[in-house]
């Protein structure tokens, strides 16, 4: 058990629906990040949070992605119109914050799109 | 263009052999570090390392930060079956709060 919970595990759905996927870190986590990764690839950094503020996006998160992270507790990544090229593991991390910045993952939600 | 290149990008090799797994990069980073995947799982940590020139060990694992913090080599000593996953490497730069990771090596030891 990480200590970071993401949910749904997996996820499949047809092409032009929408989706969502929440994650719970730690509750030491002040940082929360997003990450997408596809097969044979290393994650790619999507987004990511200070408490409750969103301090970066990536260029690949196109205006179809959107994540909140309401109260700086659990957070939610959600894919608007989905496209089969948005098929991938989407993975929430957290980190303190403190010292080097090492993040706690969760096991990822693997969406796929049909 | 990847900030982190890894090598190689697959190894396959037979129980009791060595291996060592490179990651470089033109980039300084304040810290490196790695990460071991199993399928269908996160990322899970296995090492940080901070100062260059640093080695750390763990078990039959040991861990080369570069003098320049460019650059990490990763070697598994008497590798055994449960040594397989895909290893990533992950630099974080100075005054960025995200890590950077490599396309990662998948590592299988045979039996």
């Known amino acids: 058990d990480t200590g970071v919970s993401q949910d749904p595990r997996h996820k499949i759905t047809k092409r032009g629906q929408n989706v969502t996927f929440r994650c719970d870190p730690i509750?030491?986590?002040?940082?929360l990040y997003w990450y997408r990764q596809t097969l044979g690839q290393g994650p790619e950094f999507l987004t990511y949070f200070q408490n409750e503020a969103q301090l970066e996006k990536s260029r690949l998160l196109s205006d179809r992605f959107s994540a909140e992270r309401p109260k700086g507790s659990f957070s939610t990544l959600e894919i608007q119109r989905t496209e089969q090229g948005d098929s991938a593991m989407y993975l929430c991390?957290?980190?303190?914050?403190?010292?080097?910045?090492?993040?706690?993952f969760g096991a990822g939600s693997r969406l796929t799109v049909l | 263009t990847q900030l982190l290149e890894q090598s190689p990008q697959f190894l396959s090799i037979q129980e009791g052999e060595n291996l060592t797994v490179y990651c470089n990069s033109s980039?300084?980073?304040?810290?490196l570090q790695w990460y071991r995947q199993e399928p269908g799982e996160g990322p899970v940590l296995l090492v940080t390392v901070v100062t260059g020139g640093e080695v750390k060990k763990l078990k039959r694992l040991t861990f080369q930060f570069g003098d320049a913090r460019k650059d990490s080599s990763l070697h598994i000593t008497a590798a055994q079956p449960g040594d397989t996953g895909l290893y990533l490497c992950a630099g974080e730069l100075p005054n960025d709060y995200k890590l950077s990771f490599g396309a990662g090596t998948t590592v299988t030891v045979r039996a």
């Open positions: 509750s030491e986590h002040n940082r």
């Open positions: 991390a957290g980190s303190t914050g403190t010292g080097a910045n090492v993040l706690t």
């Open positions: 980039s300084v980073f304040s810290s």
